[in-house]
């Protein structure tokens, strides 16, 4: 059976799960110097909190969230930038990510490097689409 899609969908927000929101949102506003979205208590009594960061001029926000019955990290996402050895660059001075040591190329596969936030969760950075 094939569905139609609703009209002008689009992703929006990716997840990740992190032990502690306020390190996370220092890791990605800091070191990588993210924007903060959004950051509202919601809850009864305030208990629950929706914290969502994104790169500068991003349509898609990143949602930081504690674990819902599991462990912290394990999720992936990329990121386009227009210069992949400039952020690598940038990223190295900061001191305190944890990156690849250099971006790598294998055949049928654009220039890239990861990093990984304090929770084990994976940021791919790859050139931006033409």
Do not use: C, K
Request: proline share 10%.
């Amino acid at each position: 059976m094939t569905t139609t899609p609703a009209p002008n969908a689009s992703l929006a927000t990716a997840m990740f799960t992190v032990d502690d929101q306020d390190a996370a949102l220092s890791f990605y506003r800091d070191a990588l110097g993210w924007e903060v979205r959004g950051d509202v208590r919601f809850g009864a009594d305030g208990e629950h909190r929706w914290l969502e960061v994104a790169p500068p001029g991003s349509v898609a926000r990143l949602a930081l969230n504690p674990p819902m019955g599991g462990t912290p990290g394990g999720s992936a996402i990329g990121v386009e930038v227009g210069d992949v050895l400039a952020e690598h660059a940038r990223l190295s001075a900061v001191g305190d990510v944890d990156l690849d040591p250099a971006p790598s190329q294998m055949p049928g596969a654009p220039l890239m490097f990861a990093l990984r936030d304090p929770d084990g969760n994976h940021i791919w950075v790859v050139p931006a689409a033409d």
